[in-house]
């Protein structure tokens, strides 16, 4: 079973720079979220989604943007990359009421 | 905002010691507090959870306490092992509210031999 999936590992941006992150799931998980995680601050969310098509506004969703057109996929766009932004990214999935998935993390440096 | 306020920030144990992590929340309407453990390179895996209908649980080494009053929660690791060296987050959500956590900030444990 892969679970939660995230690519790439790593990536190093200028300011500027957009990009999309990229988070699958093979569980058939209603649930997908993602979080960034700070020296310090713990994890955060962002942008949360309950199902296809549906997505909302976590604690800190300035700068990032996200879609859910299937179940399997939720992809993290950042529009204009700042260094503010650098942070590790982790991608969720759920059931509803159950525990969270997470995967293995993005690392990413903005420069 | 910390909504959910977790000390201390580092802990070193001795191997075969106990080790406390504490954590507060605010938000009298959360009623499922989970323990998340983390290793290097990794994502966090749930270890542990309670939910305040309970003042206790236990799994293996691992024990939630909790007290609804007080709005605390604390993790107890028992026998702290070398491969217990981790962080660990603890969380906060309310049921109905899309499985959205509230995280602590961490504790990073270390349990030397």
């Known amino acids: 079973n892969a679970g939660v999936t995230q690519t790439p590992k790593f990536q190093v941006l200028k300011t500027g720079q957009s990009m999309t992150l990229q988070c699958a799931q093979d569980?058939?998980?209603?649930?997908m979220s993602w979080y960034r995680q700070d020296p310090g601050m713990g994890l955060r969310l962002i942008h949360y989604?309950?199902?296809?098509?549906?997505?909302d506004q976590g604690e800190v969703p300035n700068g990032y943007n996200v879609s859910r057109s299937t179940t399997e996929d939720f992809p993290l766009r950042l529009l204009s990359a700042a260094p503010s932004q650098t942070s590790v990214y982790f991608c969720a999935s759920s059931l509803p009421n159950s525990p969270l998935h997470f995967g293995n993390g993005t690392r990413l440096t903005v420069t | 905002q910390q909504q959910v306020k977790q000390s201390p920030q580092s802990l070193i144990v001795q191997k075969g010691g106990i080790s406390i992590i504490n954590c507060a929340y605010e938000?009298?309407?959360?009623?499922?507090f989970p323990w998340y453990q983390q290793f290097p390179g990794k994502g966090p895996a749930l270890l542990i959870a309670?939910?305040?209908?309970?003042s206790e649980k236990k799994e293996g080494r691992f024990t939630i306490s909790f007290n609804k009053s007080a709005k605390q929660f604390s993790l107890h690791i028992m026998d702290s092992q070398p491969g217990d060296s981790a962080t660990y987050f603890c969380a906060a959500s309310k049921t109905g509210g899309g499985n959205k956590l509230t995280f602590g900030t961490g504790t990073q444990l270390k349990v030397e031999l």
């Open positions: 309670i939910r305040p209908d309970v």
């Open positions: 569980m058939n998980h209603e649930y």
């Open positions: 989604s309950v199902g296809a098509g549906i997505t």
């Open positions: 938000n009298t309407a959360f009623d499922y």
